[in-house]
Structures are given as C-alpha cells and as structure tokens.
C-alpha cells in the first residue's frame, strides 16, 4: 500500500481532522510536523477525524499527516513482564531516558527491547506440523515465569529449520516450508480479541488471600468482577491487593486514568514483594500500564485495549492471568470526551451511546479458553468503577453491573468507620459460588459452603436486628439476640475487616478463612449453650481467650495456633457459666 | 512569527472570538487584540482550521467590534520565571499587580506544563506537622501530596489553609516553605485577609502571589492556577524549594470552565459542567509532587466550597477522585463554636500510611489514628440513637463511646487559632490520654504493645497482673 499523505484541516483539543488521504478506520498515523501517534476514528466525506495521543497544542492547520497502514497493536513477545508503559505501549522508563521527567510528545518508543538477547530452546522440532498458537520454544523471561513462543496468528505449515540459542526477539528462530520466517515477537492490533478454541465454564476459584473475597464473594478464574465505590472507599487499595496476593500466574494492571504518586507507590512497592505462592518477587510476573489522569486521554481510551491484549497473549501460552483496570469510569470518561469533540448525539449524561457495549466488548474478553494450542488458560477481569457522587444508577456502573458476575460493592458509610476493605456485605454478589461449591468441598474443607451460608445468615439477620436497635437499644432485645448481634460483631471485627497494611493480616490463604469461620461459629455455639446454662452474655462475651483469639491475627503462625485459641475459649466459656 | 493583524472578526459569543481565513494558526496559540480604543486584550486558541479560528478572550470580549485588530503572537502561554518571582504579587494574568517591576525572567516556562511521567516519581513519604491535632493525627499531610479542603460558604477554611501555611514543618529537616497562592474569584475581603495575615507572619517575603478577584475577568481564572503552578514547578524542580501552592476558590475555577463550555455549545456533563472537567482539573491537581533526582516538591492544598454543603456535587466529586484525601470541614462542628471544624470521619488522607509511624512520626500513630476514629464514629451513631431512645437504653460500652465523641471533639479537635501542637507530645499523648476514658477491653484497634507502651494508666510500668 502506498503511503499517501495528507494535511491537517483543524485542531479541536485531542481530536484533529485531516483531509486528503483516504485511511482505513482505526489506522494509526502520524500527525503534524513532530509525527504525533493518532488513530483514525471517523471517515467524514474527505475529511478524516483523528484522535491524538499526545498533547496537540503548538500544532497548525497544513502540517502533513501521513499513513502507517497499520491498526493500533501492541508487541508481544519476551520482554513484557516487569515492564511499565503508558496506553500505547511506549516503556515509562525509556520515555525518561529520552525527554526527562516529564512527558513531552513526538517520542517513538518500542514496547520491546529489540536488541536484548534471550535464551530460546525450542520445543518444536523439524518437520513438525505447527499452526498458530502453537508453542515452538520456551524463554525464561523471569525467575518465575516461563516465556513460552507461540506461532504467530494466521501462520502454519511444516517446521523446516529451528534452532535453540540466544537471539534477540526480531531474529528468525524458525522458518517453515513455506519459507515464513518466525521471530520471538510478534504484533497484534489491540482492538481485535485474540483467536482461541472455545470458552470453558469457569469452575476454579480465583485466590485472594482477601477474606471477604474469597469467602463471600468468590471471583472464578477467567471470570469477572466489578467494584464500584465513591472516592476514598478503597477501590484502589483492593485492586491492589488482588495485583499483590491473587493466585494468577501473570498480573496486568492498568491504572487508567489515575493518580500519578498511586502509580509510584505500587512502582515502588511491587519490586520489594514477595509473591506467597513463589516466594519471588511479585514484579516478576506483572506488566504494568499507567496512564495518570493527567496524561493525554487518547492514550486512556487505549489503555485498557493495551491491557488486556497482553493479557489474552500470556493466556495463549496457557497462564492464568488477572487483568486489574483501575479504573474504568475513566476509560469511559475519556470515550465521553472524545466522543463530545466529535460532535456525536449523546447518550445517557453525555456518554456515547455505544457506552455500552463497549464496555461489553471489553469484559467478554475474560474467560477461561481452550488455546489454539489446546492447553487451558484465562483471563479474570476486575475492574473498578468510580461513580460521581457513589450513586451506581449512573451509566458506567449499570453497564458493567448488567456484565459482571461479581459485584464487590464498596461503601462510603463502611470506610468512614474504618472497616476496610469497605465492601458492604448485604449488597455485594457473586454468581460462581454454584460453580465453585465442588472445588471448595474438594479442596478446603466438605462442609465449607455450608459454613459460608451460615456466616451471610448471620450477617443479614444482623442488618434486621440492627434497625430494631435504632429504635428501641440493644438492651430490649432477648438475650439470643444479643449473642447474634455480638456473633455478628465478631464477623464484621474479626472476619471481615482486614489490613491491607499489616504484615501478617494482609493475606489469609483460605484454610485459615475457614478455620476462622468456624472459630466464629465455635464461640457461638459454645456461647448459646453457657447462657442455656446460667451464664452472664456480658460474661460470655468477655472472656479475655475470645480477645486473644481475636487479636491473634495480626501474629505470625496465627493458623497453627488457632485451634488452640478456640479450646481455650471454650473452655473459658464453660467455666463463665459455672461461675455463676 | 508574522505578527500579522487580521480584522476578520465575524462572530462574538460570551467570551469567545471567532475569525474567518487566516493564515495557519496552532492550537493553543496566544493572541492579542487591538481595540479600536487603544487598549489591549489577550487571548488563546481553542479551535483551529483552515476556515475559521475560535479565540478565548481572557479579560472578557466587552467592546470587541468587527474592526478589532487580532495578531497571532506564534506562541503557546508562557510565564517568565526567576527566584525573584518569591516576594512578589501578581495579577491573574501573571502581570506585577504589587507595583513592582516586571519579573526578570530567567527561563520562559510553557503554562500548560507537561504530565510528570509515573516512572520518574518519587513516593512522598515525608511527614509534614501542621500542629492540627484533626489533620495530624488522624488525615496526615506528606510532602508532594495534593490535600483539598472541602468547605462551604461561611466556614473558616481561610483561617484554617493560614494556619497550616504558617506552622507546616517538616520533621525530618529545616527547609522551609515557600507558598504560593492562587486567587479565583475571591473577594477583595478575602483577599486583604490572607495577604495581611501573611504580612503579619513575615511568610509575604516567601511567597508568590498570584491572584484574579472576583470583578476580574472570569476566563482569566482558566489561566491563574496554571500560572501558579508553573511557579511553583519553577521553584521546586529548578531550585530546589519546598512548594506548598493555596489556591482558593476551585468552585470559582469550574464555573469558568462551564461558562466557556456553554459559550463553545459543547455538550454538557453532569450539571452543565464540560465533561473534560476530571481532565481538565486533573492538569492541575496532578502538578503535585515529587520527582527523582530532584530535591524540591510540590504540595498542593486547593480549597473549595461545596455548593449547597454537597459532597456529591460535581466538583468536589471529581476533585476527590483525583486528590490524595480530602479534609471536610464541617457545618455542624462550627456552629457548635469548635475551630476547627474538621469532621474526620469523611476526611482522608491517602498518603498517609507512607507518611507516618517508627522514624517518621511514632510507632504507634496507625493503631491510635484507626482508634480515634473507630471510636468517634460509633459514638457519634450513638447519638442519633440516644435521640429516640435516651441514654438509659445504653450499655456500658455505647455510654464510653457517646462521652468520648464529646471529649474528642471538645478536646482534641478544638484549639485555637496559633496553637502549634507538636505531634507526639502534642497531639498523640493528648489521644492516648482521651483514649484512657474507654475501657481498655473496648478498644480493639490498639496493638497490646501500645497499650503497654504509651496508655496513661496501664502503662507496663503500673500493671500488677
């Protein structure tokens, strides 16, 4: 194709409309004198409209704009994993080393480093048959992370010449009959879902280490969730918690529009942390994209297509990965005000009418697939979303809530209390837990459903007594329920609420969630059957076993103690009733 | 450039120019217009093509006519900067309002300012004291981090950003702040008020003053904070300074925005406000900071009032999805003569895990912070309950709680308008000792080896157990 170039026309903010070449919708071009990176988003007469992904002041009327043929892609290959980038890619710390500190425009970047050297070993052989998707070698791209070299999509044939050693990632390892010469990296446009097989249901359970989580509302591998909550509830906070301690083997984690110190503190943070599955660093297994608020809100729209394209590449290889998108009530900011700049009809509060379903688009990319290379990987989405004023009726929530299948609904009234993480927990749903029951009975415990409806019972006959106290005390309630409300107390206190900032508490794998469930229910029964006999409830209560049991948690080896501390607050139980 | 003048003015709407056929003019560009009067105004470009330019006129299109001269200066806004911008005031277009002479530029800087790249940051870590008990203890404020004050008509948020611009210090070294203030539409009242305390302090000397009053142009304020900040970046990243930037009032800044986003009949967002708002304001906010490699910072304490006292409105929305917390002052608090009327159960600082603790402020400031408001919050619930059902319903844990609400609030919030508590002895020793009116048994969030440590009564040293 040849390249034909054309002129600015007018500049309107990010958006610039060119006239005299006849692109391809979603074509990347270069703009201006300076070769900022656009994207073409509408075709209008001989008019084409452009979204700019770079700060555009400065540029006039009459600049050139020329085509590149090729739609917005992303480079897949070693070399992702412990990366920073900004929405389109471009590596923060090579950005640096070109313009500085801060971000000036007309900067190419590779995503890749191109000259780095990595050892191939091929898994291929000559004369195998190989088809797209196919892995033909492997790369230890990190200590923990094997890089594993898939044919690229729409490629197959005869392997007529592979060979191991060190190359770097554009030099052909393998070449087949055909005479298609393969490289370790490979490019995909960032707006096209990568092929697979087919989707499975999902029926393994997602791991947090976060209780309420994993206990409550459970996330399935290669499933969805979305956490809504108004500012300052712990959005952020809780995705990265997820980014730090789940069990998927590969993290993406976008921050779409959002503070830039959040960004440096998680830059900071991820390198000194050790992942508790590997007991390597968690950096190890993450790419990570920033795009701060600040930043020029093309890149923003683009972020989240970069995100989870890498995401669907690593799933290829037959990983596990968590993609985070915090958050994406930017994104849709960003589509808004583009969408405004192009003078289009808008829909609900000035979003775009197609809001919807490209928040749809977005999330259908999760799943748990069948690769072209016949081995099971997934995609688990989470994303937060960041309603004005924490009232979900607006557009962006009611999108992603008519998607998701878990709802981690945080609360403003919750963070005020420092109950964090501040998910309310009458609200809040996950659809899996059907799917998931079988894996818990096998796995944890037989009874562990069982347990887990009991202790959401308890919460939601807590929220019924709750609003008969407002009304006439707690004291004029019979005296079981008073033990239900303090059983609640213990779930909320000592269940629920974690610290994300505390060393120990940070994490709970789930057979101490379930130890500790049950600890919970242990008190209760042992409790219920003290006052039966006799006992004082404030007695009961206040046994100083059930305060070490409680405040336990924060000491390491908290799970191999903690059947003591439960006999012995059995037992001081016991002995409150003979007391009296 | 040329510097060519046109006179090709077809249209004037609110404080836009349009004009047909001119040569190729870029986007953000400054213009000047010639009045026939003599007189000057300034603009810049918002929209560019071949056929026609939109200008938005700073100081408002009054007395603009078809004739008006418009010349296109070739370049973006800049401001000139130098170290002899502290000590100076100037207008809302960065002109010496103080009398003075023209500030010598040493460097001319783009006001738009460039976004920090993420990777370059540096976290902010370092505890600022700002001898309010309500903000040290319980919303910390770090050195880089961007703090607003969420206030309201009629509230004292002026005495309260003064004071914190008179007592903030570092604990971890002697530098000193330089401030710079940014005016939005404020009073000349308002004004006086801040510029005489500042003189009264001596802190005039160490600040940059930068200020457009409520009778100047409205589109000037799009312009002032970028002015300001592009100051304070000036003298945090080139000399090394300790910024902290004031500026007040954002609501006023919003109101500009909207007026030009309606004069442009671009589709509104929530409230008439342009949906690019969290954008817009996040070019602000995000000038906060700390960058590697460089020893000055940027600490940004924007003050707004809340329309209609409500927290959900869209400016205050927006802004607290981008600041690091906010602090709340509250109606209620101040009509019960409490200064200051901070209500720290909405107010957060984000920053502040990073801030404080062993070698910062005191090991235990985390554990006592979560007390403080775990216990203030249910003990104001209490309230509400004692309403309907008097105190008599109460067990003895809620009667703890409901009385320490009132001490709490009468003790530790209220101070007066110069106390500098210091952070240890000032402000956690007071909590511990408030704390002490709980039973220790209610008081879950305190680690074991606080309460040995640091509990008045139960200290280790007077334990018998």
């Known amino acids: 194709m040849s390249k034909e170039n054309g002129v600015i026309y007018r500049i309107s903010g990010p958006v610039v409309t060119a006239v005299g070449i006849s692109p391809r919708m979603y074509e990347v071009v270069r703009v201006g004198d300076e070769g900022l990176m656009g994207e073409v988003i509408e075709l209008h007469g001989d008019q084409s409209v452009i979204q700019v992904y770079e700060e555009t002041s400065g540029i006039k009327p009459g600049e050139p704009v020329i085509r590149t043929g090729q739609t917005l892609s992303v480079q897949l290959g070693p070399g992702l994993l412990t990366q920073i980038y900004d929405g389109i890619q471009r590596p923060l710390p090579k950005l640096e080393e070109t313009m500085g500190v801060f971000i000036t425009r007309g900067v190419d970047a590779d995503g890749l480093d191109l000259k780095r050297k990595w050892e191939f070993n091929a898994v291929a052989k000559k004369g195998d048959d190989v088809s797209s998707g196919q892995v033909i070698g492997k790369v230890q791209e990190t200590e923990t992370i094997e890089h594993r070299v898939m044919v690229p999509p729409n490629v197959s044939g005869k392997v007529k010449s592979i060979k191991s050693g060190t190359f770097n990632i554009t030099e052909t390892v393998c070449v087949l009959d055909d005479g298609t010469e393969i490289a370790m990296m490979q490019e995909w446009p960032v707006r096209h879902p990568r092929p697979f097989v087919q989707k499975y249901a999902p029926d393994v359970p997602l791991i947090t280490g976060q209780r309420i989580l994993d206990f409550l509302f459970p996330l399935a591998k290669g499933g969805t969730a979305g956490i809504p909550g108004p500012f300052g509830s712990g959005k952020t906070v809780t995705q990265q918690q997820l980014a730090k301690w789940s069990d998927a083997q590969i993290v993406v984690y976008i921050g779409c529009g959002e503070r830039g110190n959040e960004m440096t503190e998680v830059l900071d943070e991820f390198p000194h942390l050790i992942d508790p599955n590997t007991n390597k660093p968690l950096m190890n297994r993450t790419v990570m994209i920033a795009n701060t608020s600040n930043m020029p809100v093309a890149a923003r729209e683009a972020s989240v297509y970069t995100g989870i394209t890498i995401a669907e590449y690593f799933r290829d290889m037959g990983y596990n990965v968590a993609l985070m998108a915090d958050s994406t009530s930017r994104w849709a900011e960003a589509m808004r005000e583009i969408s405004s700049r192009l003078e289009e009809m808008p829909g609900e509060e000035g979003y775009p009418a197609y809001l919807s379903s490209r928040l749809a688009e977005f999330y259908e990319r999760a799943g748990r697939v069948e690769t072209l290379s016949g081995s099971d990987g997934s995609v688990s989405v989470i994303g937060a979303v960041s309603p004005p004023g924490g009232d979900i009726s607006e557009p962006v929530s009611q999108g992603t809530l008519r998607i998701v299948k878990v709802f981690w609904g945080l609360d403003a009234g919750l963070a005020r209390q420092r109950h964090f993480p501040a998910i309310n927990w009458l609200n809040s749903y996950s659809l899996y837990p059907q799917a998931l029951d079988q894996w818990y009975r096998d796995n944890i415990a037989p009874d562990f459903p069982e347990v887990r409806t009991e202790i959401s019972t308890l919460l939601q006959i807590e929220s019924e007594l709750q609003e008969i106290v407002q009304l006439v005390g707690s004291d004029a309630l019979p005296v079981d329920q008073q033990l239900t409300l303090e059983v609640a107390r213990m779930i909320r206190e000592f269940f629920l609420q974690q610290n994300a900032f505390h060393d120990v508490d940070t994490f709970s794998d789930l057979d101490l969630q379930y130890h500790m469930a049950k600890a919970i229910l242990s008190f209760q029964e042992e409790a219920k059957k003290a006052i039966a006999g006799g006992a004082q409830l404030e007695d009961v209560v206040n046994v100083p076993a059930r305060t070490d049991l409680m405040r336990g948690r924060f000491e390491k080896g908290y799970e191999d103690r903690i059947s003591d501390l439960v006999s012995e607050m059995s037992k001081q139980i016991d002995a409150s009733m003979e007391a009296n | ?465």
């Open chain 2, 1 to 465: 450039m040329s510097g060519k003048e046109y006179r090709t003015i077809t249209d004037v709407k609110g404080p836009l120019v349009f004009l047909n056929k001119t040569e190729p003019v870029s986007y953000g560009e400054i213009v000047q217009l010639m009045l026939s009067d003599g007189s000057i105004k300034n603009g810049q470009v918002l929209d560019t093509s071949d056929d026609q330019v939109i200008v938005q006129v700073f100081e408002g299109t009054a007395s603009v006519d078809r004739q008006t001269g418009v010349k296109f200066l070739g370049d973006v806004f800049k401001l000139p900067v130098s170290k002899g911008l502290i000590g100076r005031i100037l207008d809302g277009a960065g002109r010496p309002r103080d009398g003075g002479p023209d500030i010598v530029a040493d460097e001319m800087a783009d006001i738009i300012g460039a976004a920090i790249n993420p990777y370059s940051r540096q976290s902010p870590e370092s505890f600022i004291q700002t001898g309010i008990s309500a903000i040290d203890a319980c919303t910390s404020l770090v050195r880089g981090q961007k703090l607003p004050i969420f206030s309201a008509s009629g509230l004292p948020h002026n005495d309260i950003a003064l004071q914190i611009a008179r007592q903030a210090k570092l604990v971890d070294s002697d530098d000193d702040f330089v401030v710079v203030f940014c005016a939005m539409g404020i009073t000349a009242e308002e004004y006086n008020f801040f510029v005489h305390d500042l003189e009264r302090t001596g802190a005039l000397e160490n600040s940059a003053l930068f200020v457009n009053l409520a009778d100047d142009p409205a589109v000037e304020r799009l312009i002032t904070p970028r002015l300001a900040l592009t100051a304070a970046e000036y003298l945090a990243f080139e000399h090394d300074y300790h910024v902290l930037v004031i500026y007040t009032d954002m609501t006023n800044y919003c109101e500009s925005l909207r007026q030009i986003g309606a004069a442009r009949e671009e589709v509104p967002g929530r409230r008439g406000y342009p949906g690019y708002m969290y954008t817009d304001l996040a070019m602000l906010y995000e000038r906060a900071g700390l960058v590697k490699g460089k020893k000055g910072s940027i600490t940004q304490f924007p003050i707004l009032t809340m329309p209609g006292d409500d927290i959900t409105h869209p400016i205050p929305d927006l802004s607290g999805y981008i600041t690091e917390g906010q602090i709340v002052i509250s109606r209620e608090l101040h009509q019960k003569g409490i200064y200051p009327p901070i209500n720290v159960l909405p107010s957060l600082s984000r920053l502040m895990n990073a801030g404080i603790g062993d070698g910062k402020t005191r090991e235990d400031h985390k554990s006592v912070s979560d007390q403080l408001y775990a216990a203030y919050a249910q003990g104001r619930e209490l309230r509400g309950l004692v309403a309907i059902v008097g105190e008599d319903a109460l067990n003895e844990r809620d009667l703890q709680l409901l009385k320490f609400a009132d001490i709490f609030e009468d003790q530790f919030l209220r101070q007066s308008r110069d106390e500098d508590r210091s952070i240890s002895e000032g402000t956690l020793d007071l909590a511990w000792n408030l704390l002490s009116n709980i039973d220790t048994k209610y008081l879950v969030r305190l680690d074991q080896k606080w309460i040995d440590k640091y509990h008045p009564t139960e200290k280790s040293s007077n334990e018998e157990e």
